[in-house]
């Protein structure tokens, strides 16, 4: 199975702040990476797919960047409705795995 | 508008069944590869299970943690995905999403939209 390794697993950000979020996959998985955010008691909502295209809606705020095995989300200024746990997922291979996640909180 | 709407869910004792139902609307059903995942109470996310669509035979794939215990089924005449579960767990207990998958230019599939999600809880 490939693991999924996300970095930090909390941060605390303030408002227009740029944060940035690691995941690294225990083999390569070319560009088969998404992320996803989720906020308390809501269902996940996928944000980026291939590891750096954008999901029909997204604000171009969030932005993906990697390729085989390290990858980086970055929110470019943070905002009040960013506050929420992030998570990376590989579909290059069965089974599909998903980082730990990375709480993003108000400094 | 796309739309996944999860039911089924609730309250079973360990070694029983449940079958959760995704009820989907606003785009062609039968094109898409179809996809649970599961998130039990304070936890991360975890794939349960996926099936193809007709032009790749209904395949279906499965988590080690529930291959034997689960299985993913459509109809496709009525716009809706399965999930059957039998011997049940304690640690089955999560919330259980149903995901709409779309083929990426590499020609695998990547999660697109989700569903609300059912929570089942296995307890007796």
């Known amino acids: 199975d490939i693991q999924m390794t996300q970095s930090p697993s909390s941060l605390s950000a303030s408002v227009g702040d740029r944060v940035t979020i690691t995941c690294r996959a225990s083999q390569g998985i070319s560009s088969s990476l998404a992320w996803f955010q989720q906020k308390p008691g809501k269902a996940p909502k996928s944000l980026i797919y291939?590891?750096?295209s954008l999901q029909s809606g997204v604000p171009s705020k969030f932005s993906g960047s990697g390729s085989g095995t390290d990858f980086t989300l970055t929110i470019s200024s943070l905002q009040p409705e960013d506050f929420a746990t992030y998570y990376c997922?590989?579909?290059?291979?069965?089974?599909?795995?998903f980082g730990g996640g990375t709480k993003v909180e108000i400094k | 508008e796309v739309q996944l709407v999860e039911s089924g869910g609730g309250l079973v004792q360990p070694g029983g069944s449940l079958r959760l139902s995704c009820a989907a609307s606003g785009f062609t059903f039968s094109e898409h590869y179809m996809d649970w995942v599961r998130q039990a109470p304070g936890k991360g996310l975890e794939w349960v299970g996926r099936?193809?669509?007709?032009?790749?035979?209904?395949?279906?794939e499965y988590a080690a943690s529930v291959k034997g215990r689960f299985t993913i089924s459509r109809d496709d005449s009525k716009n809706s995905l399965y999930l059957q579960m039998d011997s049940l767990k304690t640690e089955d207990t999560a919330v259980y999403y149903c995901?709409?998958?779309?083929?990426?230019?590499?020609?695998?599939?990547?999660?697109?939209?989700w569903g609300q999600g059912t929570l089942v809880t296995v307890s007796s």
């Open positions: 995901i709409r998958s779309t083929r990426s230019p590499y020609s695998n599939y990547y999660f697109e939209y």
């Open positions: 099936t193809r669509n007709k032009a790749n035979s209904y395949t279906t």
């Open positions: 997922q590989q579909y290059k291979s069965y089974p599909l795995t």
């Open positions: 291939a590891a750096s």
